[in-house]
């Protein structure tokens, strides 16, 4: 075991022991792994991100999902009346692949709108902060934390592309009739090892009671366990409160409440990626591998309605990219004559890449939940060309 693995290892371990029981919950256990400040996944320079990494995104597979976001942007900027600025708040930019895309787009297609954009990057990790600064070095934009921007002073669009999936979370588990929270502990060898106990907040009952399911009428068998994100709520909360007026985008893996908490789905939906493999074992490879769980869009959209964040709309990735003028693209690859081997090969492979992004059971069948602050009745009307059907 390598000296870093062996640093988190005895981070988590340590405040294992400083906790009178003896225990944290799944949640910090999580966010030590991911965000530990010196030894995290997500805080060193141990995050492998691209086709031959851990995991890739839609940004991977080339600028087209980049430039439709932008150009679904650009009409968000004229439904607001043009402002200027107009802050376009990416949280959680990966390597900047997306930031660089969207801004060369708008630069070269709509530079009225780029003229007018305050391009706002949050990011946690202080290893991806610095890759995304050496890539976007050339753009028009800054680095914020949320502490920074003031309340009520957003006026344009948050965004953000598979993070919610990334945030620790509350792990629960039916015993006996009742909800137990899932805690992790040291064996006796010194490894981390599971324990079950009374919840460590009401907030985890009271959020089934916000996503419309009755724990007692399901009658959830003995074992069944599944994950609830309260930070993602949090989260929440806290962009709500920096929005005066604009939209919330946000694009990610995940079901309705329903589907989420459905009695087949009795192990939940936690995942490690570590090389491109995927399991579901959280304490192996600690430190170098990603773990994630899908979003519950309910749960975003009932306590975004508390917050006073109205739903505007909510699709799948496929439809939304399709409707953004994606078909357009792929039937424009269809036609084009192209003979050299090379140019043929470049062909497929973009084709291939287009096909990945709408894929129903893949990256297509990721859900895109927009919604919204402080419109006008009339604003709120005016119909988003990513929430449209598509042209067939």
Same mark, same amino acid.
């Given at each position: 075991?390598?000296?870093?693995?062996? +640093?988190?290892?005895?981070?988590?371990?340590?405040?294992?022991?400083?906790?009178? =029981?003896?225990?944290?919950?799944?949640?910090?256990?999580?966010?030590?792994?991911?965000?530990?400040?010196?030894?995290?996944?997500?805080?060193?320079?141990?995050?492998?991100?691209?086709?031959? *990494?851990?995991?890739? &995104?839609?940004?991977?597979?080339?600028?087209?999902?980049?430039?439709?976001?932008?150009? $679904?942007?650009?009409?968000?900027?004229?439904?607001?009346?043009?402002?200027?600025?107009?802050?376009?708040?990416?949280?959680?930019?990966?390597? +900047?692949?997306?930031?660089?895309?969207?801004?060369?787009?708008?630069?070269?297609?709509?530079?009225?709108?780029?003229?007018?954009?305050?391009?706002?990057?949050?990011?946690?990790?202080?290893?991806?902060?610095?890759?995304?600064?050496?890539?976007?070095?050339?753009?028009?934009?800054?680095?914020?934390?949320?502490?920074?921007?003031?309340?009520?002073?957003?006026?344009?669009?948050?965004?953000?592309?598979e993070l919610v999936d990334a945030f620790p979370v509350h792990q629960v588990i039916w015993e006996q009739g009742e909800l137990k929270e899932i805690y992790v502990t040291l064996g006796k060898e010194g490894e981390f090892v599971e324990v079950t106990g009374e919840a460590s907040t009401n907030r985890l009952v009271e959020y089934f009671d916000l996503v419309g399911i009755d724990l007692a009428k399901n009658a959830y068998p003995e074992g069944y366990r599944t994950e609830i994100n309260l930070l993602a709520l949090d989260w929440l909360s806290m962009i709500a409160d920096k929005i005066q007026r604009g939209y919330l985008? &946000?694009?990610?893996?995940?079901?309705?409440?329903?589907?989420?908490?459905?009695?087949?789905?009795?192990?939940?939906?936690?995942?490690?990626?570590?090389?491109?493999?995927?399991?579901?074992?959280?304490?192996?490879?600690? *430190?170098? =591998?990603?773990?994630?769980?899908?979003?519950?869009?309910?749960?975003?959209?009932?306590?975004?309605?508390?917050?006073?964040?109205?739903?505007?709309?909510?699709?799948? $990735?496929?439809?939304?990219?399709?409707?953004?003028?994606?078909?357009?693209?792929?039937?424009?690859?269809?036609?084009?004559?192209?003979?050299?081997? $090379?140019?043929?090969?470049?062909?497929?492979?973009?084709?291939?890449?287009?096909? $990945?992004?709408?894929?129903?059971?893949?990256? *297509? +069948?990721?859900?895109?939940?927009?919604?919204?602050?402080?419109?006008?009745?009339?604003?709120?009307?005016?119909?988003?060309?990513?929430?449209?059907?598509?042209?067939?």
């Amino acid at each position: 075991m390598d000296d870093f693995n062996l +640093g988190l290892r005895g981070a988590i371990a340590n405040q294992i022991t400083s906790h009178p =029981q003896g225990r944290i919950t799944f949640a910090e256990f999580m966010n030590l792994a991911l965000y530990h400040p010196e030894h995290g996944y997500y805080s060193t320079n141990q995050v492998n991100i691209g086709s031959q *990494g851990d995991f890739f &995104t839609s940004p991977h597979l080339g600028a087209d999902f980049g430039e439709l976001l932008a150009g $679904q942007f650009c009409q968000m900027w004229e439904i607001l009346g043009c402002p200027v600025p107009f802050s376009l708040v990416e949280m959680g930019a990966g390597q +900047g692949i997306l930031a660089g895309d969207i801004l060369r787009y708008l630069h070269k297609h709509h530079f009225e709108f780029f003229s007018a954009l305050d391009y706002i990057i949050v990011e946690k990790s202080s290893a991806l902060r610095l890759e995304q600064q050496q890539r976007l070095s050339n753009f028009p934009l800054r680095w914020c934390e949320w502490e920074e921007i003031p309340a009520n002073s957003l006026v344009g669009c948050c965004f953000s592309n598979e993070l919610v999936d990334a945030f620790p979370v509350h792990q629960v588990i039916w015993e006996q009739g009742e909800l137990k929270e899932i805690y992790v502990t040291l064996g006796k060898e010194g490894e981390f090892v599971e324990v079950t106990g009374e919840a460590s907040t009401n907030r985890l009952v009271e959020y089934f009671d916000l996503v419309g399911i009755d724990l007692a009428k399901n009658a959830y068998p003995e074992g069944y366990r599944t994950e609830i994100n309260l930070l993602a709520l949090d989260w929440l909360s806290m962009i709500a409160d920096k929005i005066q007026r604009g939209y919330l985008l &946000t694009i990610d893996y995940g079901y309705p409440a329903h589907r989420y908490y459905s009695l087949g789905r009795s192990q939940g939906t936690l995942q490690c990626y570590y090389r491109h493999s995927h399991h579901n074992d959280p304490y192996i490879n600690i *430190g170098h =591998q990603d773990i994630t769980a899908h979003v519950d869009f309910t749960g975003l959209e009932k306590w975004g309605e508390l917050c006073g964040l109205r739903r505007l709309g909510f699709t799948q $990735q496929g439809l939304f990219l399709m409707a953004l003028g994606l078909g357009d693209r792929i039937s424009a690859i269809s036609d084009s004559n192209g003979s050299d081997y $090379q140019d043929i090969q470049k062909v497929l492979q973009r084709r291939d890449s287009l096909h $990945q992004m709408i894929n129903p059971m893949g990256l *297509g +069948g990721f859900g895109v939940l927009l919604q919204c602050r402080g419109l006008t009745d009339e604003e709120i009307t005016q119909p988003l060309q990513g929430f449209t059907i598509p042209k067939r």
